[in-house]
């Protein structure tokens, strides 16, 4: 069974930052693509942040230039480093990882959510 676990999420007013990890964990053989996902109340869900197996990198444009997303392969762990925050970035962060299990069975996984709420 695979588990990732969040943590990082928090109050910050506007203009702080915060950095976001997600570490995976269980039955996992190997992880190709690990990403961010968000949801605001009464909004759908939608991709901040990706990163493949090879480092390739992919952004909302509302949040280029001020998240970094990266990844720790010794620790199975993707980070999501969140500079000059503002109020429209207040949601709940979502883990996503599509990864291996040892009996060859590829998948997606989602993280149990953590809150980041922007005040102005």
């Known amino acids: 069974q695979v588990q990732l676990v969040e943590s990082g999420g928090g109050l910050v007013q506007a203009g702080g930052s915060l950095r976001l990890s997600c570490a995976a964990s269980?039955?996992?053989?190997?992880?190709?693509?690990m990403g961010w996902y968000r949801q605001a109340p009464g909004k759908e869900r939608e991709l901040v942040a990706a990163?493949?197996?090879?480092?390739?990198?992919n952004y909302a444009d509302s949040v280029k230039g001020r998240f970094t997303i990266s990844r720790d392969n010794a620790k199975n762990t993707v980070y999501l480093q969140m500079n000059s925050l503002k109020p429209e970035d207040t949601a709940v962060y979502y883990c996503?990882?599509?990864?291996?299990?040892?009996?060859?069975?590829?998948?997606?996984?989602w993280g149990q959510g953590t809150q980041v709420t922007v005040s102005s």
């Open positions: 996503r990882v599509v990864g291996t299990t040892s009996n060859g069975r590829t998948a997606q996984y």
């Open positions: 990163i493949g197996s090879t480092s390739s990198t």
């Open positions: 269980g039955s996992i053989f190997s992880i190709n693509t």
